[in-house]
Structure formats: C-alpha cells, structure tokens
C-alpha cells in the first residue's frame, strides 16, 4: 500500500472486519457477495492492504450486522 496517513487505521479495519466476518461465520466469498465485490478486495481488506470508499464500508457494516459509525468508532479507539 502507498504511504498513507491512515495506514494503521486501514489494517485495524481489515483486522475488524475479519473478526466480525469469523463472528457472523460466514466466508470472504460470502461476504464479497452480500457487498457486490470481489472476493480478492475483501481479501485485501482484510490483510490491511486495500483502502475502501465510504460506500463499500456502509456495506460492510450492513453484511456484518454493525453500525458503520460503530465500525469507525472501533477502528480509531481499540488496538487490533
């Protein structure tokens, strides 16, 4: 990933968004569909190298059943 000022919050998201996907027990190939994307961004997601529109984070937090002003609020407050 380019140098990016919010680097360590895009890997704690992919981090989030992997916990909240094992919790809901559903696959990345499930969740990629539930959010119309490929499987291999949600991958990318997931290992912190893929910065996301604010659009596929509403439907991120949607497929995984949370807020998205939750999900942002975890990103910047807890440690991964």
Do not use: W
Request: glycine content about 2%; overall charge negative; some cysteine.
């Amino acid at each position: 990933m380019e140098n990016n000022k919010y680097e360590s919050e895009i890997i704690k998201l992919g981090i989030l968004i992997k916990e909240l996907r094992e919790k809901e027990n559903i696959n990345q190939e499930q969740l990629s569909t539930l959010c119309n994307v490929d499987v291999r961004t949600i991958q990318r997601i997931e290992k912190g190298k893929q910065n996301i529109t604010i659009s596929l984070l509403f439907s991120l937090a949607d497929s995984l059943k949370i807020e998205s002003s939750t999900l942002i609020h975890k990103i910047f407050s807890e440690n991964p």
